[in-house]
T-cell receptor, first 114, second 115 residues
Framework: KAGVTQTPRYLIKTRGQQVTLSCSPI?????VSWYQQTPGQGLQFLFE???????NKGNFPGRFSGRQFSNSRSEMNVSTLELGDSALYLC?????????????FGPGTRLTVT | KNQVEQSPQSLIILEGKNCTLQ??????????LRWYKQDTGRGPVSLTI?????NTKSNGRYTATLDADTKQSSLHITASQLSDSASYIC??????????????FGAGTRLAVHP
């Protein structure tokens, strides 16, 4: 079974631009969560989608948004990029929306904002 | 405030040696604790998951222990290999069947295995 895939793997943007990241979960998984990982803050929860509905949202500004499609694929969007948005963005999929289900992480998208 | 603290921050060991990584948490209530391995530039991969009632869980050369009374967990790596070089992240869930937004991540321990 194919794992979680994320595209693109690497991205360089300039301040003020916007970016869209994509995540394809494992087949059959309906939950997709997004995390931001930086050296200083570690892994921080962004949001979670289950069956096209946002279930939970972390403490991030409104510039961060996401959505999930009927095939469970998910996208996250960051508008008006800031230097501090440089990070590894990880997507994780699972069968259900409770933490009793195992999460499987993708390889991440490395975003650099200059 | 619920916290998860890992020690040491970084560790260097020689190939073939054993090592133990620590995770202390102040999370209450406590549901389960997971250990993840994350290679540089990659996503975390689950090693073990233990509920509050479990004391130990093994996955090959990785053995995790949990002491719910002292709120401590350790990850023991036996006969280390170069491929064990990675960050190891401890993650605690404070609720029973809660959402992923409730997970509390430790900062990780960066392990380097040298030949």
């Amino acid at each position: 079974k194919a794992g979680v895939t994320q595209t693109p793997r690497y991205l360089i943007k300039t301040r003020g631009q916007q970016v869209t990241l994509s995540c394809s979960p494992i087949s059959g998984h309906r939950s997709v969560s997004w995390y931001q990982q930086t050296p200083g803050q570690g892994l921080q929860f962004l949001f979670e989608y289950f069956s096209e509905t946002q279930r939970n949202k972390g403490n991030f500004p409104g510039r961060f948004s996401g959505r999930q499609f009927s095939n469970s694929r998910s996208e996250m969007n960051v508008s008006t990029l800031e230097l501090g948005d440089s990070a590894l963005y990880l997507c994780a999929s699972s069968l259900g929306d409770r933490d009793t289900y195992e999460q499987y992480f993708g390889p991440g998208t490395r975003l650099t904002v200059t | 405030k619920n916290q998860v603290e890992q020690s040491p921050q970084s560790l260097i060991i020689l190939e073939g040696k054993n090592c133990t990584l620590q995770c202390n948490y102040t999370v209450s209530p406590f549901s389960n604790l997971r250990w993840y391995k994350q290679d540089t530039g990659r996503g975390p991969v689950s090693l073990t998951i233990m509920t509050f009632s479990e004391n130990t869980k093994s996955n090959g050369r990785y053995t995790a222990t949990l002491d719910a009374d002292t709120k401590q967990s350790s990850l023991h790596i036996t006969a280390s290999q170069l491929s064990d070089s990675a960050s190891y992240i401890c993650v605690v869930s404070p609720t029973f069947s809660g959402g992923y937004n409730k997970l509390i991540f430790g900062a990780g321990t960066r392990l380097a295995v040298h030949p």
